[in-house]
């Protein structure tokens, strides 16, 4: 298994910045791509952005595109989440997640495609 620690949340004013971390470890060898979501109070958790492990793939929801980035350090066993121009409605605990096998098309955006998750850190951005 593979256990994520997120970190980086916070309250900032809508137009500001956040970077989020999400730190693996264990049976890290074995990941092929990682994943954040978000969950807001009320509403179903949702993709937001996921890279794959070697390389390669990045997807973003159009929701952040243009405004987010996500990027690995594969020495540090860390993936981040860069996000720009914050508006109110990202305003949601974000999780990080992991899966260990391929994956193609829509499994990509999919909660329940991913084997593991962190605790969550809350992002809250105020207008």
């Known amino acids: 298994q593979v256990q994520l620690v ?7 004013q809508a137009g500001g910045s956040l970077r989020l971390s999400c730190a693996a470890s264990g049976r890290t060898f074995s990941t092929y791509a990682m994943g954040w ?30 405004r987010f980035t996500i990027y690995r350090d594969n020495s540090e066993n860390t993936v981040y989440l860069q996000m720009n121009s914050l508006k109110p409605e990202d305003t949601a605990v974000y999780y990080c997640a992991a899966r260990d096998r391929f994956m193609s098309g829509s499994t990509w955006f999919r909660a329940s495609s991913y084997d593991n998750w962190g605790q969550g850190t809350q992002v809250t951005v105020s207008s």
């Not at 509403?43 to 929701?63: C, H, M, P, Q, T």
């Open 6 to 12: 997120e970190s980086g949340g916070g309250l900032v």
């Open 37 to 66: 979501f978000r969950q807001a109070p009320g509403k179903e958790r949702e993709f937001v952005a996921a890279i794959r492990w070697s390389g390669g793939n990045r997807l973003y929801a159009d929701s952040v595109t243009g």
